[in-house]
């Protein structure tokens, strides 16, 4: 995979990637809910200790959610929610697609945005 593909982590995530592995720990901080009443913030407790029923090994597994328990025993993690990574992926789609013939307002039902969002995506891409 060409590195310019490939997102940089913020050193939050990079934390978990290291126990877990890149795509795990992306997979693992999608399915964590927003935090209170800020959506943008992910909020995770690793106990010193689980159980089979825990929500975390309901999350990762138990395996994984034990190498989460050994390096991070007793501490409340607050990854960032990688979103960034989501957009630039789907900004090359919609540019891809667009570059294929797609109509924008096939585009803009497909990716779950307004004609207008994807216009401008397009026109911001042709920028780059």
């Not at 797609?102 to 803009?108: G, Q, R, S, V």
Request: proline share 4%.
């Amino acid at each position: 995979m060409r590195r310019d593909l490939v997102a940089r982590l913020p050193e939050s995530v990079e934390e978990i990637a290291e126990v877990l592995g890149r795509d795990k720990a992306l997979e693992f901080i999608g399915k964590l809910p927003p935090s209170g009443s800020r959506s943008w913030r992910v909020c995770v407790y690793i106990p010193k200790r689980i159980s089979l029923d825990h929500k975390l090994v309901q999350l990762l597994g138990w395996q994984d959610a034990c190498k989460m328990v050994y390096a991070f025993s007793g501490m409340i993690l607050q990854p960032s929610n990688c979103r960034f990574i989501h957009r630039k992926h789907r900004d090359r789609e919609i540019v891809r697609m667009q570059a294929e013939g797609m109509d924008i307002a096939e585009i803009a039902d497909r990716v779950e945005l307004s004609t207008y969002r994807v216009r401008e995506i397009i026109a911001l891409q042709g920028d780059s």
